[in-house]
């Protein structure tokens, strides 16, 4: 009996926290334009800092850059000329004039200021996460054996090595690259001093971390894990600075405002939220506008959100770009 009831209640907390979402999605703005970037979805995507490029790799397509202030295709990006890569894993530099696409264990750098392929290097595994620093020089990879590789992109070598005992599934740097954080399925994120190679905090949860951001200036953290509270935190000393209470959303994507007084979320559901940090309050709640109603183009998963002050752009695991003012 006690097993039952138990199970009610876990039943009644789901439900409650399901309703909540979709009281707060039906209140919510929807976007102000929108730009369809694939026709079947997307397996990975990155906006740059500024939101105004975006790197994609779509379902059925390939890989493609994109001007999103101008809602224009750039280039489109494959590894093998005649054939449509699947491009689980991209990343822009924070300049704009570099970005990677990676398919399994392989990795192009492009030129995004002709559209030119740079390099071609090969991982020791499958690339299930990458992060580029602001030149777009040097790389944050995670792979599915738990390797973490602090990666030179014009040599072919790694600065630095760190591991986990499990597949990577999120990784990001601060704006000078001096600092990383790496998170996955050993439930730990771990903080990286990329001038020393020395790991610098280890937090760890109880679940599978699927998301995790960095702050510009390396001080603040973000992670989250079903069924616990999303939390930000301190690099340095662990201590959380906000926490989400509700543990039943999936947090898909996370952006800290430059001033770092604000961290934007986008949810599986499409729901997008900016937070004040030191408030610990909710400022404003967006909802992602799927394609169709039903089937695969219903899906709208925030793969990654931007905030731009006036504006927040996002992009849609049905293949959106959707800007919310």
Not at 199 to 220: F, M, P, R, V
């Given at each position: 009996m006690e097993s039952n009831l138990s199970g009610l209640s876990v039943f009644k907390k789901q439900t409650s926290t399901l309703l909540l979402s979709l009281a707060l999605a039906a209140c919510a703005e929807g976007p102000t334009s929108s730009?369809?970037?694939?026709?079947?979805?997307?397996?990975?995507?990155?906006?740059?800092?500024?939101?105004?490029?975006?790197?994609?790799?779509?379902?059925?397509?390939?890989?493609?850059?994109?001007?999103?202030?101008?809602?224009?295709?750039?280039?489109?990006?494959?590894?093998?000329?005649?054939?449509y890569s699947s491009i689980r894993a991209s990343a822009v530099s924070g300049d704009g004039k570099r970005a990677v696409t990676c398919q399994e264990k392989d990795l192009v750098l492009w030129d995004a200021?002709?559209?030119?392929?740079?390099?071609?290097?090969?991982?020791?595994?499958?690339?299930?996460?990458?992060?580029?620093?602001?030149?777009?020089?040097?790389?944050?990879?995670g792979l599915?054996?738990?390797?973490?590789?602090?990666?030179?992109?014009?040599?072919?070598?790694?600065?630095h090595s760190f591991k986990h005992n499990a597949p990577i599934r999120a990784t990001d740097l601060s704006e000078d690259g001096a600092v990383g954080i790496s998170a996955g399925d050993d439930n730990i994120a771990k903080i990286w001093n990329l001038k020393t190679?020395?790991?610098?905090?280890?937090?760890?949860?109880?679940?599978?971390?699927?998301?995790?951001?960095?702050?510009?200036?390396?001080?603040?953290?973000?992670?989250?894990?079903?069924?616990?509270?999303?939390l930000v935190w301190d690099t340095k000393t662990g201590k959380s600075k906000f926490k989400f209470k509700n543990r039943y959303i999936n947090y898909t994507s996370a952006d800290f405002s430059d001033d770092e007084k604000y961290l934007t979320l986008g949810t599986f559901q499409g729901v997008i939220s900016k937070f004040n940090i030191k408030k610990g309050t909710e400022v404003k709640t967006w909802q992602a506008e799927p394609r169709q109603a039903y089937g695969g183009a219903s899906s709208k998963a925030i793969i990654d959100v931007i905030d731009q002050k006036s504006n927040v752009i996002a992009l849609t695991s049905d293949g959106m770009l959707e800007v919310f003012k």
């Open positions: 730009k369809q970037l694939a026709t079947q979805g997307l397996l990975s995507g990155e906006l740059s800092p500024n939101g105004y490029l975006a790197v994609i790799g779509s379902v059925h397509h390939g890989g493609s850059f994109w001007n999103t202030k101008k809602k224009e295709r750039l280039y489109d990006w494959n590894h093998k000329s005649g054939e200021t002709n559209g030119k392929s740079l390099q071609f290097w090969q991982a020791a595994d499958r690339i299930e996460a990458i992060s580029l620093n602001q030149d777009g020089r040097r790389a944050l990879l599915r054996d738990g390797t973490v590789n602090y990666f030179d992109l014009d040599r072919g070598m790694a600065i190679g020395k790991e610098q905090y280890a937090l760890s949860l109880n679940n599978q971390i699927k998301t995790a951001a960095i702050s510009d200036s390396g001080k603040l953290a973000f992670t989250t894990s079903q069924r616990e509270d999303a």
